[in-house]
């Protein structure tokens, strides 16, 4: 008998028209780890809710979820607790208690367990998941991916047969997202728990799974083994999640493999190598020429640091950007990249060195005027940008800033919402808005300000492909109207599709800079799937689109035919 | 970045500490006890013996290094309490000199003295006590008396530090667009109403979502436990009742009178009476055992270094 | 932190000089009064200072003041003596002069409530020193004056009598408890 039986599930929340889930079925064995992905809204997290008996929504449901046989609805409260673990998105908002090992012991603290069940446990699982070293700290002192362990720890003290991950990487740099995926598959592999996890970052954890899920409005359309998933039947290009899915993977399916599909690099390596032939090894193109543009932002020799007692976090960074291009800055996560926002979009100032803006010193622009028609920073998380309640009220009150008059504004957020798509979500909260909804409309309210330059902090966290690929096309549009762009990313495969250029930042200054396929095409190790793949086979494949090109071009190997 | 090295300067402060490990009820008995004798009475010796082992005790838990930066302000600061007594107070019999016909007298001044150095002592206590008593710890103990309070008190702390962040961040995002960026008043005071109206939503966004996860680990089922890290010895226990023994009875000294104490019109002379100097060494001891607890673990650890 | 604290005690200390105004005289300097001499010609009034209801309730004193210094055993702090009137003298003038002639402690503070001199202490005997219905008042000629006694203005031959109070008065033979 599966672990979980789910039949013919069909879910409508109370007031909504659409059903959130229509006629599901899926079977999970106990020891499965299975991945479920589709774009945000495709009824992803209506059914990890559905799961657990305390986060069912109010809805109309039709058909059933079994856990070992029992009815979800019907499973005693104790038992739903401590066998159907659930990790949220957010590391922050999961911690409760100040201390790590408070944390840790709450789940049990709220099942009444006596002190030396708990203290024994709680050792037990520090060991599991190496927490001892911080065991003693407080939950704030901790960095974003040690929360996120620590919340996967505090539950599995409890035992669950079963592990409820929405998202949970979606917040975290990559190294702190593959470190959390490698404890999710010590679980699974050394203690045999049954792990179900929605992700758009598939990269990575695609090849762990022993079954992939692909929803779609609201239905499953695939649901497979992973190495299924690239079958030729499936036309997964006009799929939303399709440049979310792992870039041998993709490859494969763009090439029109059949059969089993390489799924790491390893393995994508192994298949271009024995299927293509290696004669043409790069695509020559000619990087753009900056040298005659304009400098819009200069910086030379720049200094920075918190306060006096605190090391430098920019220390002789040197960096030129253009105008009108498109420039991604990358580096390691805590190097300093939002701090080097800040100082761009002039809320923190250099201690020491010169910072021009369009050749002029930015102490120069007084107070207001460097955010009028000019310079403009959208946040990492949007949020913090929305005050009123619905997203039109609050793009008019940013209109006002402008000098304009009545219907000149509304005329302004008019054209903005036309431009980025967003008219439907006008009358919607902004904490309503699902993650790209979000930051598309941040992005309105900070054109409604005309900048000539847009600073961005990582505008594709947390985003599935299909948000970040609009994102991306939203941003060339800028870029066509004039603007000069800079992001800073941890997104490599991001920078590698729709920069003009990028940066390295390490050590408090931009180590590396150039034309992003000889950016990519150079670096050893910080560089796209891709790249990564069909070395040294091709010189500068950086993106799927371009190893399937060289592919082609090659053409397929006698031997093998 | 900026938070990894203030963690990274936390961590190397992590000295061996008796306190650390004595057990939070005989800590917190040890404290209030010390805290009261030294508000309680006026008396020079006990406020000099409860200051100085206030000030000597503080600078084994936080450094001497530390603890002299603290008194190059901490003493100046008692300076200036002394000599802003006489000016508010007359009474005395030896008179210094007039000002603005008022005397100034040498008994003012004394009194400004003690009453500075008492305040300075209860000054050193309670931040003593706060570097040893953390927040679980407070908790911890009356966690037992009302458990639903530690437990709020404990997501209190938890989300304070969010708070505060989230300030920070949401400030700075506003200040990136250049929204009430000028640098008048009323910008400042706008800008600052809005970035408090966001925090807002957006705590109480984040707060059902930090519900769901309480949820989710069972809160709310029948028969909660409370778990707490210490445990009481046996050695806490003999420190609890060394300081219950010469705590009570300094103070019972200081009830029947022996640390009767006046300052005007003239300064009593020091009693030395057999009572007094029992309550003296008695006081005395109870201040000093911390710092002996101390020298004790830093001894113990030296001799356990040169062993190996 | 710290450095504000320290600020504002500073602030403090020196506000405190500024308004009570600095003027430094040494004890000597002080206590250097002129006493007019007294001629035919001169107006007059008498001064006592007296503090016998203490010696009736003596286990209420301070027992830092149950010394013959402080309470003298007769009850008089000083006799009964003959000063010289000066134009516009009120009773504070006298009695100022004739403390700092004869170097007898005193501590006053200007009370804006009665627009006067209020009289704290005189030889470290304050009010409340004896019991908390204890503190100083003054007759003119065997009469309670309702008002502060830098307002009374003398005329010659004024009998002014300072006496300590243990009982709101009634123990001096004021009667204005009597009269509400």
């Given at each position: 008998?599966?672990?979980l039986?789910?039949?013919?599930?069909?879910f409508?929340?109370?007031?909504?028209?659409?059903?959130?889930?229509?006629?599901?079925?899926?079977?999970?064995?106990s020891?499965?780890f299975?991945?479920?992905?589709?774009?945000?809204?495709?009824?992803?997290?209506?059914?990890?809710?559905?799961?657990?008996k305390?986060?069912?929504?109010?809805?109309?449901?039709?058909?059933s979820?079994?856990?070992n046989g029992?009815?979800i609805?019907?499973?005693?409260e104790?038992?739903?607790?401590?066998?159907?673990?659930y990790v949220?998105?957010?590391?922050?908002?999961?911690?409760?208690?100040?201390?790590?090992?408070?944390?840790?012991?709450?789940?049990?603290?709220?099942?009444?367990?006596?002190s030396?069940t708990?203290?024994?446990?709680v050792?037990?699982?520090?060991?599991?998941f190496?927490?001892?070293e911080?065991?003693?700290?407080?939950?704030?002192?901790?960095s974003?991916?040690?929360?996120?362990?620590?919340?996967?720890?505090?539950?599995?003290v409890?035992?669950?047969?079963?592990?409820?991950?929405?998202?949970?990487?979606?917040?975290?740099?990559?190294?702190?997202?593959?470190?959390?995926l490698?404890?999710?598959?010590?679980?699974n592999?050394?203690?045999?728990?049954?792990?179900?996890i929605?992700?758009?970052?598939?990269?990575?954890?695609?090849?762990?799974?022993?079954k992939?899920?692909?929803?779609?409005?609201?239905?499953?359309?695939?649901?497979?083994?992973?190495?299924?998933?690239?079958?030729?039947?499936?036309?997964?290009?006009?799929?939303?999640?399709?440049?979310?899915?792992?870039?041998?993977?993709?490859?494969f399916?763009?090439?029109?493999?059949?059969?089993?599909?390489?799924?790491?690099?390893?393995?994508?390596?192994?298949?271009?190598?024995?299927?293509?032939?290696?004669?043409?090894?790069?695509?020559?193109?000619?990087?753009?020429?900056f040298?005659?543009?304009?400098?819009?932002?200069?910086?030379?020799?720049g200094?920075?640091?918190?306060?006096?007692?605190?090391?430098?976090?920019?220390?002789?960074?040197?960096?030129?950007?253009?105008?009108?291009e498109?420039?991604c800055?990358?580096?390691?996560?805590?190097a300093?990249?939002?701090?080097?926002?800040?100082?761009?979009?002039?809320?923190?100032?250099?201690?020491?060195?010169?910072?021009?803006?369009?050749?002029?010193?930015?102490?120069?622009?007084?107070?207001?005027?460097?955010?009028?028609?000019n310079?403009?920073?959208?946040?990492?998380n949007?949020?913090?940008?929305?005050?009123?309640?619905?997203v039109?009220?609050?793009?008019?009150?940013?209109?006002?800033?402008?000098p304009?008059n009545?219907?000149?504004?509304?005329?302004?957020?008019e054209?903005?919402?036309?431009k980025?798509?967003?008219?439907?979500?006008?009358?919607?909260?902004?904490y309503?808005?699902?993650?790209?909804?979000r930051?598309k409309?941040?992005?309105?309210k900070?054109?409604?300000?005309?900048?000539?330059?847009?600073?961005?902090?990582?505008?594709t966290?947390?985003l599935?492909?299909?948000?970040?690929?609009?994102?991306?096309?939203?941003?060339?549009?800028?870029?066509?109207?004039?603007?000069?762009?800079?992001?800073?990313?941890?997104?490599?495969?991001?920078?590698?599709?729709?920069?003009?250029?990028?940066a390295?930042?390490?050590?408090?200054?931009?180590?590396?800079?150039?034309?992003k396929?000889?950016?990519?095409?150079?670096?050893?190790?910080?560089?796209?799937?891709?790249?990564?793949?069909?070395?040294?086979?091709?010189?500068?494949?950086?993106?799927?689109?371009?190893?399937?090109?060289?592919?082609?071009?090659?053409?397929?190997?006698?031997?093998?035919? | 970045?900026?938070?990894?090295?203030?963690r990274?300067?936390?961590l190397?402060?992590?000295?061996?500490?008796?306190?650390?490990?004595?057990?939070?009820?005989?800590?917190?008995v040890?404290?209030?006890?010390?805290?009261?004798?030294?508000?309680?009475?006026?008396?020079?010796?006990?406020?000099?013996?409860?200051?100085?082992?206030?000030?000597?005790?503080?600078?084994?838990?936080?450094?001497?290094?530390?603890?002299?930066?603290?008194l190059?302000?901490?003493?100046?600061?008692?300076?200036?309490?002394?000599?802003?007594?006489?000016?508010?107070?007359?009474?005395?019999?030896?008179?210094?000199?007039?000002?603005?016909?008022?005397?100034?007298?040498?008994?003012?001044?004394?009194?400004?003295?003690?009453?500075s150095?008492?305040l300075?002592?209860?000054?050193?206590?309670?931040?003593?006590?706060?570097?040893i008593?953390?927040?679980?710890?407070?908790?911890?103990?009356f966690?037992?008396v009302?458990?639903?309070?530690?437990l709020?008190?404990?997501?209190?702390l938890?989300?304070?530090?969010?708070?505060?962040?989230?300030?920070?961040?949401?400030?700075?995002?506003?200040?990136?667009?250049?929204?009430?960026?000028?640098?008048?008043?009323?910008?400042?005071?706008?800008g600052?109403?809005?970035?408090l109206?966001?925090?807002?939503?957006?705590?109480?966004?984040n707060?059902?979502e930090?519900?769901?996860?309480?949820?989710?680990?069972?809160?709310?089922?029948?028969?909660?436990?409370?778990?707490?890290?210490?445990?009481f010895?046996?050695?806490?226990l003999?420190?609890?009742?060394?300081t219950?023994?010469?705590?009570?009875?300094?103070?019972?000294?200081?009830?029947?009178g022996?640390?009767?104490?006046?300052f005007?019109?003239?300064?009593?002379?020091?009693?030395?009476?057999?009572?007094?100097?029992?309550?003296?060494?008695?006081?005395?001891?109870?201040?000093?055992?911390?710092?002996?607890?101390?020298?004790?673990?830093?001894?113990?650890?030296?001799?356990?270094?040169?062993?190996t | 932190?710290?450095?504000?604290?320290?600020?504002?005690?500073?602030?403090?200390?020196?506000?405190?000089?500024?308004?009570?105004?600095?003027?430094?005289?040494?004890?000597?300097?002080y206590?250097?009064?002129?006493?007019?001499?007294?001629?035919?010609?001169?107006?007059?009034?008498?001064?006592?200072?007296?503090?016998?209801?203490?010696?009736?309730?003596?286990?209420?004193?301070?027992?830092?003041?149950?010394?013959?210094?402080?309470?003298?055993?007769?009850?008089v702090?000083?006799?009964?003596h003959?000063y010289?009137?000066?134009?516009?003298?009120?009773?504070?003038?006298i009695?100022?002069?004739?403390?700092?002639?004869?170097?007898?402690?005193?501590?006053?503070?200007?009370?804006?409530n009665?627009?006067?001199?209020?009289?704290?202490?005189?030889?470290?005997?304050?009010?409340?020193?004896?019991?908390?219905?204890?503190?100083?008042?003054?007759?003119?000629n065997?009469?309670f004056?309702?008002?502060?006694?830098?307002?009374?203005?003398?005329?010659?031959?004024?009998?002014?009598?300072?006496?300590?109070?243990?009982?709101?008065?009634?123990?001096?033979?004021?009667?204005?408890?009597?009269?509400?």
């Amino acid at each position: 008998m599966a672990l979980l039986e789910i039949q013919n599930l069909s879910f409508t929340y109370k007031g909504a028209d659409e059903a959130a889930l229509k006629n599901i079925n899926l079977s999970i064995e106990s020891g499965d780890f299975v991945l479920i992905c589709g774009e945000s809204g495709c009824g992803k997290t209506t059914l990890f809710r559905l799961l657990k008996k305390q986060f069912r929504p109010n809805g109309e449901l039709e058909g059933s979820i079994k856990f070992n046989g029992v009815p979800i609805s019907e499973l005693d409260e104790r038992a739903s607790v401590t066998e159907i673990g659930y990790v949220m998105q957010d590391p922050d908002n999961q911690t409760v208690t100040d201390k790590v090992w408070h944390e840790i012991a709450f789940g049990l603290e709220s099942l009444g367990e006596n002190s030396d069940t708990i203290r024994r446990k709680v050792a037990e699982i520090c060991g599991f998941f190496g927490i001892g070293e911080w065991y003693h700290k407080r939950t704030s002192e901790l960095s974003g991916g040690q929360k996120q362990i620590l919340a996967l720890a505090s539950i599995m003290v409890m035992d669950p047969s079963v592990l409820l991950l929405d998202e949970p990487t979606a917040q975290l740099d990559p190294i702190a997202a593959s470190e959390f995926l490698s404890s999710l598959r010590k679980i699974n592999e050394e203690l045999g728990v049954t792990v179900i996890i929605a992700e758009h970052r598939l990269e990575e954890v695609f090849s762990m799974a022993t079954k992939a899920v692909l929803m779609d409005k609201a239905k499953i359309f695939f649901s497979d083994t992973p190495k299924r998933a690239g079958q030729r039947s499936l036309s997964l290009y006009e799929h939303k999640i399709y440049k979310g899915l792992p870039s041998s993977l993709r490859l494969f399916h763009a090439l029109g493999g059949e059969g089993d599909a390489p799924l790491t690099v390893k393995e994508g390596k192994k298949f271009i190598s024995e299927n293509y032939r290696d004669e043409i090894k790069r695509i020559e193109q000619v990087p753009i020429d900056f040298s005659d543009k304009n400098k819009a932002i200069e910086i030379n020799e720049g200094y920075f640091r918190y306060e006096r007692e605190l090391p430098d976090v920019l220390s002789g960074l040197d960096l030129t950007v253009y105008e009108n291009e498109f420039l991604c800055i990358l580096g390691a996560n805590g190097a300093g990249k939002t701090t080097l926002l800040k100082v761009l979009s002039g809320v923190k100032r250099l201690y020491r060195g010169k910072y021009r803006l369009w050749g002029k010193k930015i102490r120069e622009y007084s107070g207001v005027s460097l955010y009028r028609n000019n310079i403009a920073c959208l946040p990492q998380n949007p949020k913090n940008l929305f005050v009123k309640e619905t997203v039109y009220s609050d793009l008019l009150e940013v209109a006002k800033l402008l000098p304009y008059n009545k219907e000149e504004r509304a005329a302004a957020v008019e054209e903005v919402c036309l431009k980025l798509g967003i008219k439907e979500l006008c009358n919607k909260h902004p904490y309503d808005l699902s993650g790209g909804e979000r930051q598309k409309a941040a992005m309105a309210k900070i054109l409604l300000v005309k900048p000539e330059i847009l600073l961005l902090d990582e505008p594709t966290k947390g985003l599935d492909a299909y948000s970040k690929s609009e994102i991306a096309a939203i941003l060339k549009a800028l870029q066509a109207e004039g603007k000069t762009i800079v992001t800073v990313t941890h997104d490599i495969e991001f920078a590698a599709e729709y920069s003009d250029r990028c940066a390295m930042f390490f050590d408090g200054k931009i180590v590396s800079i150039a034309d992003k396929v000889e950016f990519f095409a150079t670096n050893g190790y910080y560089t796209t799937a891709a790249s990564r793949m069909t070395r040294p086979m091709f010189e500068n494949a950086v993106t799927v689109e371009a190893a399937e090109e060289l592919c082609r071009l090659n053409g397929k190997r006698k031997d093998n035919d | 970045m900026r938070l990894g090295t203030r963690r990274r300067m936390r961590l190397g402060d992590a000295k061996m500490r008796y306190f650390d490990r004595l057990h939070p009820l005989s800590a917190l008995v040890y404290f209030l006890m010390i805290i009261l004798i030294a508000m309680i009475t006026m008396h020079p010796v006990i406020t000099a013996v409860c200051y100085l082992t206030a000030v000597i005790f503080c600078g084994m838990l936080i450094g001497f290094g530390k603890l002299l930066s603290s008194l190059a302000y901490s003493i100046p600061l008692m300076i200036l309490i002394a000599l802003t007594n006489p000016i508010f107070v007359h009474k005395g019999e030896t008179i210094l000199f007039f000002l603005n016909d008022n005397p100034v007298t040498a008994e003012a001044i004394l009194y400004g003295a003690n009453a500075s150095m008492m305040l300075m002592a209860v000054f050193y206590w309670c931040r003593n006590y706060s570097t040893i008593m953390t927040s679980d710890k407070f908790i911890y103990l009356f966690g037992r008396v009302i458990p639903k309070l530690s437990l709020v008190l404990s997501l209190t702390l938890a989300f304070i530090p969010k708070l505060k962040r989230r300030y920070k961040e949401i400030d700075e995002a506003q200040k990136g667009l250049g929204i009430y960026a000028g640098k008048n008043f009323t910008d400042r005071i706008l800008g600052k109403f809005r970035v408090l109206s966001i925090l807002l939503t957006d705590s109480l966004e984040n707060a059902l979502e930090t519900a769901d996860s309480m949820k989710a680990r069972g809160y709310g089922l029948k028969g909660r436990a409370s778990y707490a890290i210490y445990r009481f010895t046996l050695s806490d226990l003999a420190f609890l009742i060394a300081t219950a023994v010469f705590g009570v009875g300094t103070l019972t000294f200081i009830a029947l009178g022996a640390a009767d104490f006046g300052f005007y019109p003239s300064i009593t002379p020091i009693n030395l009476s057999i009572q007094s100097c029992v309550m003296y060494c008695a006081l005395a001891i109870l201040g000093f055992v911390s710092v002996f607890c101390e020298i004790k673990e830093n001894l113990i650890w030296r001799y356990w270094k040169s062993k190996t | 932190m710290k450095k504000d604290l320290f600020a504002i005690c500073i602030v403090i200390f020196i506000l405190a000089l500024v308004f009570s105004g600095v003027k430094i005289q040494s004890v000597d300097e002080y206590y250097l009064v002129h006493i007019d001499d007294i001629t035919p010609e001169s107006q007059t009034v008498f001064l006592t200072i007296r503090c016998d209801t203490i010696l009736d309730n003596w286990q209420q004193l301070d027992p830092a003041l149950r010394y013959e210094k402080y309470v003298p055993s007769d009850g008089v702090i000083l006799k009964r003596h003959e000063y010289v009137l000066r134009d516009g003298d009120t009773v504070y003038d006298i009695l100022d002069r004739a403390i700092r002639h004869n170097k007898i402690q005193m501590e006053c503070a200007y009370s804006v409530n009665y627009a006067s001199v209020y009289v704290k202490g005189i030889n470290h005997l304050y009010e409340f020193s004896c019991g908390e219905l204890s503190g100083w008042m003054y007759t003119v000629n065997g009469i309670f004056p309702n008002y502060g006694c830098s307002k009374y203005v003398l005329r010659d031959g004024d009998e002014i009598v300072w006496s300590y109070t243990c009982d709101l008065g009634r123990d001096v033979g004021c009667d204005w408890g009597m009269q509400k």
